[in-house]
């Protein structure tokens, strides 16, 4: 389920999300993202090389060609970050659910709900 | 990466192979490590749900991301194969058009054999439905008729069978308002459609009560009948019609079914035949004339159906020894109706798909070669590829993608071929099995024409894998798809030509052998002298000419009518005439005899004749020669001494070295018949067979009659006519059931063998003609990539005459290649044709000969184009070309 806007999956969202403070290769972008949405966004290998694929297609992300020095670094492992397109993207989406949730305090959405 | 790993990753591994193969070279080893990492972080604290959740979501996350990820490789895929083929048009047509005729081909042999042999019957569970049969082994015939009395018996006594019905076939004249028509009428016991489950269209079926004694004589019309003759008339039933001098009320008609053992206009019950329901032919159990059909009860096998029959036919053979003699070795058998419907068709069908397949095999040898062709052309392209990170696998995976398209292309256009030819190749069934009408396109015949595109993509796939693996090593430096050098591709190119040429000649050595067999057939001394004779064929109305008086009273005044039509040379009338479609394997005619004086023992087998009954001018109108004695006389008549004249094999067969003239034969044991002379052998049931042991009886002794046969100075079909008018100025309710020239009955008689070489030999013209381009566009291209070459050998000093010779040498070359090959093809497979064949070896020389001078000839025109496009290349040009 993309947002027709951007065209981006939550999913994938999360994918930008976890790169936008810098490099990080396939397991740490599962963590993150795990880690960050309390586990509500489970992500498995297949799904995550699937969106890692369409981003690199879309030049949302590339790969990072200077790898980090860590110590005993499996040399399969490869470091994706986000790219000026990625991070524009992954902006335009964030103001749109911002405006999103700013229309749902307008509507005292969330006033509704603590009452209820 | 650790130097072991571990089971669940193994598992892993294996799972990512679900996967296209480019998305695993390019995330497999990553994805591998994740899972790694996640299988090692997954805490064993939450034990095995932990461990099976995770297990879970990984397998079906592969499993349902899969297939995604190959569509979108296929689509991708597609559309640049779509641009390519755009881009070069001339390449598509030409690629799908040779693969379209051969998939065609295929196609439209497959849709007869699917509806003749793998189709069920049309009828109910007709895989249930058998056909008994009476043989008589020691007098060497295989399918002896019924009698009332046996049916009745084998009716009550069996216990395999559910059903038993009885059929026969008789001519009759059925008069409606306007005009006499002669019918072929089935006789059938009320139960024999319901046995084969067929519905009426119209109306009923017959009932048990049709069959009383003295019921009212009802029809059933068959679906062509009532089509042609009665204009599809839906207010049919109740119809009547005048027949055997009784008035027969239509009751039905049938759906348009495959009818068996013979096609009938229309049908009636056993009480309506006149013969059948005679009180002598009932009390007779020797009066056979009627086929059973039966139905095997379920769970019976064929085989108890065997043993049940045998055991009734040992109690009757005890019981009633003189029908049943030992010297006749009478036996019963059974066999299924949809083996018995489709035995003739089978080998053939089966030769002619073996064709096909060929016809197939050329041209994918064909095409194959357009696409290496292209394939050296796109080598730029393919390089290019490789360069910027598609990895061999990848390259296959579009290059099949693009073969898939051509051949569902080809596919698409072969369906549209053979729907164009399946009437042509209908027509060519009907005369092999009574299924013909059967034939059509459906579900299997569509999944035929996608398993053909299939393979032929298989075929493509693996050349293009041949041509991209040749050099494995510089495949793996490069991580690449590396296109085979030049020189080995040619040699595939050349491998392909010569395939072509062997596949080809194969099906031309089968059409030359079939054409020759043919040749032979259309050379036999049939004994006669078909030129200028006219045949027709009628039936007397049985009721009117109901003695054999009356019937030799009309027959001759038929004679003397047309006797004196004043372009008639000769004319007689006769029971039957040589190669008579009528009576065409039909031994009712067959007659054993007594010869006076000899002894025969109870085990030895009586002499059998076939019997021909004629008036005296038969001999001289069909130009069978007296070998001794004399022929028949005015005077032969029915108050004269009975007698016979024989055939020169009957005369040899049964005396020897003796004079038979003078001698006497009985049928009865109790009239004498004198012999009075020796005609020629005539091949009465086909030139291919033997002639049969012959015996004449004079029409004014007997009384059968069939056909009036004249002899003509001129033009024997321009009387044609003229017969008609003076037939029924004579009894205009006789019925003239055919009017052919005995040239046109010659003809008809090898129709059969001459369509099967026409068809195989269109085939083979069609592997020819692809061959011969396939040889043309090789060397055109060769001589192209050479301009440079040739360019330079011209400026050395070779004259345009050399260069043509190394060009048609290379074509001559592979020919020859493939011409050897073709032989041994040849002579491995043409034993398969030896029964399709009359006096013609499988390896007849002659046919090789032919065969291969015709292909070089070929050879050498297609080799000659390209040759003096080479001989015509201008050397400054050349030089200054590149």
Known sequence: ?116 | MPSRISFGDRIYRGLLRLLPADFRGEFGGEMEQVFHDQRRHTPRERGWAAFLHMWWTTIRDIVSMAPREHWSVLRQDTRYAMRMMRRSPGYTMAAILILGLGIGANIAVFSVVNSVLLQPLPYLEGNRLVLLRQRAVKLGEDDVPFSVAEIADYRSQNRTLADVAEYHSMTFTLLSVREAHRVRTGVVSAGFFDMFGVKPLLGRTFRPEDDHPGAPAVLMLSYEFWKTNEAGDPRIVGKTYQMNDRVHTVVGVLPPIPQYPSDNDVYMPVSACPFRSSARMIANRDGRMMRVFARLKPGATLEQCHADLSTMAGRLEAEYPKSYPKTAGYGISSAALRTELTAHARPMLLLLLGAAAFVLLIACANVANLILARMARRERELVIRTAVGAGAGRLLRQLLTESSILALGAAAAGLLFASGSLRLLADFAEQLTPRAREVHIDGWVLLFAVLCACATTMVFGSLSALVSRANPAEGLKSGGLQLAPAAHRNRIRGGLIAAQVAFSYVLLIGAGLMVRSLAQLQRVDAGFVPQRVLSVGFDLNWSRYNTSGKTRAVARRLLDSVQSQPEVSAAAISSSFPLDPDTHGMNAMDQSFRIEGSVTSEAETPPVANIRTATPGYFQTLGIPLVSGRLFRETDDENATSVAIVSRSLARHRWGVQDPIGRRISFDGEKWITIVGIVGDVKEFGLARQAPDQLYTPLAQTGMVGSILVRTAGDPAALTNQMRRAILAIDPQIAIITVKTLDEVRADSVAAPRNTAQLFGLFAALSLIIAVAGIGSMLALSVRQRVREIGIRMALGARPRNIVSAVIRVGLALTGIGLVAGIAGAVALARFLNSALFETAPTDPGTYAAVSAVLLAAALVASWLPARRAARIDPQTALRSE
């Open chain 1, 1 to 116: 389920m993309s947002n027709s806007q951007t065209g981006l999956t939550p999913a994938m969202f999360n994918v930008l999300l976890a790169l936008a403070d810098g490099g990080k290769h396939g397991y740490a972008i599962l963590k993150e993202v795990a880690e960050h949405t309390a586990g509500e966004v489970q992500l498995s290998t297949g799904t995550l090389y699937g969106i890692i694929k369409r981003l690199l297609e879309d030049g949302l992300i590339d790969e990072v060609t200077a790898r980090p020095a860590i110590p005993n670094d499996d040399q399969r492992r490869r470091y994706y970050r986000l790219t000026a397109a990625g991070r524009a993207l992954a902006v335009e989406e964030a103001r749109r659910l911002e405006r999103l949730v700013a229309r749902a305090r307008s509507k005292r959405l969330f006033a509704a709900l603590k009452r209820a």
